[in-house]
């Protein structure tokens, strides 16, 4: 059984200007971003919200990793979400 689950497809977050899912670890249910301004830095402009929803769906293992790296070294936001910048991606893809 896995440690981290994604139960939910990503979406947009119209508030957060951000593609948006859910992350569980056991009891924690928690939230992830990512921005259009991060998502900008993988497709070289800024994405319409269908298309940065795309790229979290076609990319998603990546964004699954860079979540698990952020719970893991237990660095959530104060919020205890998780807000994927472009170095936790490029982290990631290493």
Wanted: with cysteine; proline share 7%.
């Amino acid at each position: 059984m896995p440690i981290f689950l994604f139960p939910d497809e990503p979406f947009w977050n119209e508030e957060a200007d951000a593609v948006e899912f859910p992350v569980q670890v056991g009891e924690y249910l928690g939230r992830v971003f990512v921005t259009r301004r991060t998502l900008q830095g993988i497709v070289g402009h800024t994405p319409k919200p269908e298309e940065a929803v795309q790229q979290v769906c076609m990319n998603r293992s990546l964004f699954e990793r860079a979540t698990e790296q952020r719970i893991l070294a237990r660095a959530l936001d104060p919020d205890a979400n998780i807000h994927l910048t472009g170095r936790d991606l490029h982290r990631a893809a290493g």
